[in-house]
């Protein structure tokens, strides 16, 4: 474990005792049962260190920095008081309260506070427990403690429950046409979220009516077509013929190719019943073609189609787990790889080859194996790195050309997009890779030639100066044997500093530094800024000759605004070290550039404190530290499993995390891992969560 | 005036005018006689592209950061050329500048914000003001939001929201809309249709409980909206039903051509067709007396840079505008970014006069149901391509039925900050304190101008 604690190292919460068998330990034993709070902790450790350093000026009658502890409620620590809770423990964590020229607690007195506050906090990141809504969201992943995750091993998975997941629009729209003939022009009623977050997420979406109107419309859509004169289905053309009302077997016929078709499962007899007697109710009311359009169309419009189902099947083990029925995980695999059912994983769940994770696993790596440049078998895989890193977002990002040059966020987005796919191929040091790789590829396109297989071509056959973005002269010519581009140390390394994630994490007219800092604040340091206050419209002031560094600096040192952005602008200025369109510059304003930047505020001691002269320094750093790899690993279980991890994954994301380094770094290894862990194959059932055998 | 509503009325020669015919027009009297006046809204939201500067009224300057408020008519001057359509409606007409929406600002839209004032980038962060007034009026659809974007996507969630994280959609596509609202009136197998849809939606609910009944509470709720779902669509058939034929009488002919919308960066766009298809559907859920609040966009959203189109469609050459390029004043198909912007704007406008010439061709009461309505138009971006919010101009026609005092009228309040100043949050105040809302603020204060007073309506068009 490279993370060393500020904290005491304290036992986690709950934990019962060490499970031993056959004398060896298993691991602690979660008990997530005692989830009430403490509030006698609260009473007897708590209250007597406000009074003794805090309450002087956090009273309600003083309030300094309208902020009072004078009435706070224990008992809310994980409910409407989270955020508060969560910046007393950071204030009094890294010593910024009590101030300095005050009344200072004893060593142990903080890490008792500390302490208490965290072991309260974990008690809302156990499974099942229930959460605000805001806490299942993406992007309060990092909320979970992560010294609870990469610390000590439990005695097993603890999964989330059963869950219903809506479709994801990308896989509504690859499998619906498919069952009709020629089907264009559905609507879209699956929405996704803007923010730059995963997408995909199983708390994130519901079905409201603004939703179910248009997916009703396509389905009626798609029921005319599977009915119509072209209707590849016998059953389908005498469900609505011509020739008068079909028979009831035939009706029943129809139903069980329906649902084979739409749901890959045939109708119990309890729903062909149901069935039969809506459509000869339908019937009776509009004729047997407008029945025969609704049945389908209500097939198309159960919960299991538009919710993917993963309730788990069969008797649940010794601890209430329950793993998901082969069916399930042939679909999970799916859709966690593709947007389509793929063959091999439905072909295993029908001949019993889901059975056990090894199986699973050998076949998640063996579909995970490409060789193509494209990398384009399993779409999801290239996916993750888009929604983690964000950069296709440059597109989105409005500029005007600047002087001289091109900017292009279509081309710096494919180009960033051949180099990744690049370092997924080799699959070697992915993380460390993507971060300080210095070979980019400039205006490269793929082609699929007929003799040669996939060809390397210039992507636009015009001349444009887009070429420039990289700080290549004017007159730089493209040649395939120079690609991809290796660019000097001390201008490019990895993601972070090429110009379609710097554009994408840019403004219109200038850089944008604290988006900058959040991103590495969340995304590698795994650490959590809260939401901008409502009613704040700071902007960076213009002033001539003034760096864009100096500029931020005046509108964010304000001490109410400096308690956050101190999480960010010491990151993110790296980055001053390009201008807005990625360029590499020396100078801001006509003003040396300073791009230091700091590391702080991790509670990681081989980080906090790290001073580097500029973005390359920064990023090499990070590429190299565990503890960011371990943030990695987090994210790449978030996007897998479409939830936020909880500190009953910990198993999970250790063994995900030991899988990626014992293969030297293959991030298809830390996917089989993931995909073949109890997190994703079980659920827990709620009769017998927690309970011992 | 110088239409003639009668005219209108009597004459097929709109096409929708035509139908609006007998039957339900005496429901709607009948409706209107004895209770108080019937009061509807119309919001225009114009995505980029309502630029202070060019849709000033000849000869009334525009003082650079004014102290005091100018209130003066309308009606001597000439409007400026983009306007134009409206010019029969001058006496209807208040134009208020001056007011700002500084903590909505975004950096080429406000999106949710525009109608809600708060922070752009918190998108639905509570209740805009459309969906304010769709509370306080009521209606089987309480709102009914419809748009035009030039991506094909057939609804998006962009401008209207019912509270925080309860975003409404807007229908993009109008062959969608015509179907959603007007199905109820139509005749032959798409009555039988509507009617089998009745018994589709009960068997679906009745689904959706058989599933939740075997969920485990979390998952349970997620379900419980599709539930609700169903059984508002299946509610509300019966309502329809019941209206059947007033609904038929409304419901606009639309092409079915207008549909199909293809998404491409210089082709074809057809976005002033299907923003006329929109205007029609307005119209009709207004006179079908589906709806009294309806929000129409064009480009807005926040995600969205106003419209693009070709050249053809303003009348003017040919070739593509790309309305990003010309927000940057970049000359497109050889036409000047300013006129761009002003065809656009201007044909955007013509389709709403279309709107007002519609329901004044309706009557109700002992007017028109125009009279008893008040259109809001606006843009999501304030005043410029990369706006400040710290001028936000409206164009308001009608006075809700005599509750407001406006129409040729031409306002712009004190310069923000100065005394006097008030907020886009102050207008939607006043129109939600005429239709007995009591509010006093509305959405998030600015706290930059926390030293000024930002509650209450707006003094001057209050009664």
């Known amino acids: 474990m490279a993370r060393t604690s500020y904290i005491s190292s304290g036992l986690l919460l709950g934990v019962l005792s060490v499970v031993m068998a056959n004398g060896v330990a298993l691991g602690q034993q979660l008990e997530l049962k005692s989830i009430e709070p403490d509030v006698a902790g609260f009473k007897a450790r708590i209250v007597p260190l406000f009074e003794d350093y805090c309450l002087d000026c956090h009273d309600n009658k003083i309030k300094k920095g309208n902020f009072s502890l004078e009435g706070i409620d224990s008992t809310q620590i994980n409910g409407d008081g989270l955020e508060t809770w969560r910046l007393i423990r950071e204030q009094v964590t890294f010593g910024d309260m009590p101030p300095k020229d005050k009344l200072q607690p004893t060593p142990d007195e903080r890490k008792a506070m500390i302490a208490w506050i965290r072991d309260e906090l974990r008690k809302g990141q156990l499974p099942g427990v229930p959460k605000s809504e805001k806490l299942a969201l993406p992007q309060y992943g990092n909320y979970v403690d992560h010294d609870a995750l990469f610390g000590a091993r439990l005695d097993r998975v603890y999964p989330a429950p059963p869950r219903l997941w809506r479709l994801r629009p990308d896989i509504y729209d690859s499998t619906m046409p498919r069952l009709g003939d020629r089907i264009e022009g559905l609507a879209n009623g699956l929405n996704e979220l803007d923010d730059p977050e995963f997408k995909d997420y199983a708390a994130s979406y519901f079905l409201d009516e603004a939703a179910t109107a248009p997916l009703l419309g396509n389905a009626k859509k798609i029921a005319e077509s599977m009915i119509g004169p072209r209707a590849k289905d016998r059953v389908f053309r005498e469900l609505a013929s011509d020739d008068g009302p079909p028979k009831p077997e035939a009706v029943r016929d129809a139903i069980g190719v329906v649902f084979r078709k739409v749901l890959d499962r045939g109708a119990t007899a309890e729903e062909t019943d149901r069935f039969q007697a809506f459509f000869d109710k339908t019937a009776a009311a509009a004729g047997h073609k407008t029945a025969a359009k609704m049945m389908i169309t209500a097939v198309l419009m159960q919960p299991e189609v538009l919710y993917r189902r993963e309730l788990g099947d069969g008797k649940p083990d010794e601890y209430g787990r329950v793993r998901l029925s082969p069916r399930e995980i042939a679909f999970a695999l799916s859709y966690a790889l593709s947007n389509e059912p793929i063959d091999e994983f439905m072909k295993s769940a029908a001949a019993g080859g889901l059975a056990t994770s090894e199986q699973v696993g050998a076949l998640v790596r063996s579909r995970l194996a490409d060789d193509s440049r494209g990398q384009g078998k399993n779409p999801r895989v290239l996916q993750f790195f888009r929604e983690y890193f964000n950069y296709p977002f440059a597109r989105d990002v409005f500029k005007d050309k600047p002087e001289g040059g091109d900017h292009d966020p279509q081309r710096l987005v494919a180009d960033l997009e051949a180099t990744i796919r690049d370092v997924l191929r080799a699959d070697q040091n992915v993380f460390a890779e993507l971060l300080t790789t210095r070979k980019y590829y400039v205006d490269a396109n793929f082609k699929n030639d007929k003799r040669d297989g996939v060809i390397l071509v210039k992507g636009h056959e015009r001349w444009s100066p887009y070429h420039t973005a990289y700080n290549l002269s004017p007159d730089w010519k493209w040649s395939a044997e120079t690609q991809p581009v290796e660019f000097p140390r001390d201008e490019r390394a990895g993601v972070l500093t090429h110009p379609a994630w710097l554009a994408a994490w840019s403004g219109n007219f200038e850089n944008h530094p604290v988006q900058r800092g959040k991103w590495i604040r969340t995304h590698l340091l795994g650490g959590s800024v809260p939401d901008v206050p409502i009613g704040v419209d700071a902007r960076v002031p213009e002033r001539e000759h003034t760096t864009f560094r100096d500029r931020l600096k005046i509108a964010t040192e304000p001490a109410e605004c400096w308690r956050c952005h101190k999480k960010m602008n010491p990151l993110g200025v790296a980055f001053e070290r390009y201008d807005h369109y990625g360029r590499f510059q020396r100078l801001d304003a006509g003003q040396p550039v300073d791009a230091s930047a700091l590391i702080s505020r991790t509670g990681v001691a081989e980080l906090d404190g790290k001073k580097v002269a500029g973005p390359i320094e920064l990023v090499e750093l990070l590429a190299k530290s565990e503890y960011a790899e371990q943030v990695f690993v987090r994210y790449v279980f978030r996007y897998f499993m479409g939830r936020n991890e909880t500190i009953g994954d910990a198993n999970t994301l250790q063994d995900a995390h030991k899988a990626y380094r014992d293969s030297g770094g293959s991030f298809r290894e830390l996917v089989v891992s993931l995909l073949s862990s109890d997190s994703f194959l079980l659920r827990q059932t709620s009769a017998q969560a927690g309970s011992k055998p | 005036m110088s239409i003639d509503r009668r005219t209108f009325f009597r004459g097929a020669t709109l096409g929708l005018g035509g139908l609006y015919l007998a039957p339900f027009i005496r429901q709607l009297d009948a409706a209107t006689a004895g209770s108080a006046r019937p009061a509807r809204v119309l919001f225009f939201v114009q995505g980029n592209g ?66 809600g004032c708060w922070p752009m980038s918190k998108r639905a962060y509570g209740e805009t003001i459309d969906a304010a007034l769709a509370r306080n009026l009521g209606g089987i659809f309480p709102q009914v939001g419809v748009g035009v974007s030039n991506n094909a996507a057939s609804m998006a969630y962009i401008v209207t929201s019912t509270d925080k994280g309860k975003a409404m959609p807007t229908l993009l596509n109008p062959v969608l809309a015509l179907r959603q609202y007007f199905s109820a009136g139509a005749a032959g197998s798409a009555r039988k249709e509507f009617d089998a849809d009745t018994n589709l939606l009960d068997f679906m609910a009745d689904d959706v409980k058989r599933m939740q009944s075997r969920l485990d509470s979390e998952e349970k709720a997620k379900l419980e909206r599709y539930l609700d779902a169903f059984e508002s669509m299946s509610g509300r058939q019966s309502k329809l039903l019941s209206m059947a034929d007033r609904i038929a009488g409304a419901a606009p002919r639309i092409d079915s051509k207008v549909g199909n919308i293809v998404e491409t960066k210089t082709g074809p766009t057809g976005v002033f067709d299907r923003l006329e298809a929109q205007f029609d559907i307005a119209a009709g859920v207004m006179a079908a007396g589906l709806t009294n609040v309806v929000t129409v966009t064009a480009g807005a959203g926040p995600d969205r840079i106003g419209l693009s189109c070709m050249a053809e469609e303003i009348g003017q050459g040919s070739g593509f505008i790309g309305s990003h390029a010309i927000g940057h004043g970049a000359t497109q198909a050889g036409i000047p970014a300013g006129m761009c912007h002003a065809l656009i704007r201007r044909t955007c406008i013509e389709k709403l006069a279309r709107f007002i010439k519609r329901l004044e061709s309706i009557p109700e009461g002992d007017g028109t149901m125009m009279d008893n309505t008040l259109i809001v138009y606006l843009s999501d971006s304030a005043e410029q391509h990369h706006p400040r919010c710290e001028e936000w101009p409206f164009i308001l026609i009608g006075d809700l039925g005599g509750r407001l005092k406006l129409g040729n009228r031409y306002l712009r309040y004190p310069w923000y900050g100065k005394t006097g100043h008030r907020t886009i949050a102050n207008l939607y105040v006043s129109l939600l304190n005429v239709v007995g809302d009591g509010c006093r603020t509305f959405g998030v204060q600015d706290v930059a101008i926390s030293d000024l007073d930002q509650t209450g309506p707006l003094a001057e068009i209050m009664l």
Do not use: C
């Open chain 2, 50 to 115: 309502v630029y202070v500067n060019e849709i000033q009224p000849a000869g009334i300057e525009r003082p650079k950061d004014p102290d005091k408020l100018e209130d003066r008519t309308l009606a001597d001057h000439e409007m400026a050329m983009s306007l134009r359509p409206l010019s029969p409606w001058v006496d209807k007409m208040t134009m208020i500048h001056g007011l700002s929406g500084r903590i909505a600002r975004g950096s080429h839209n406000s999106g949710f914000a525009a109608l």
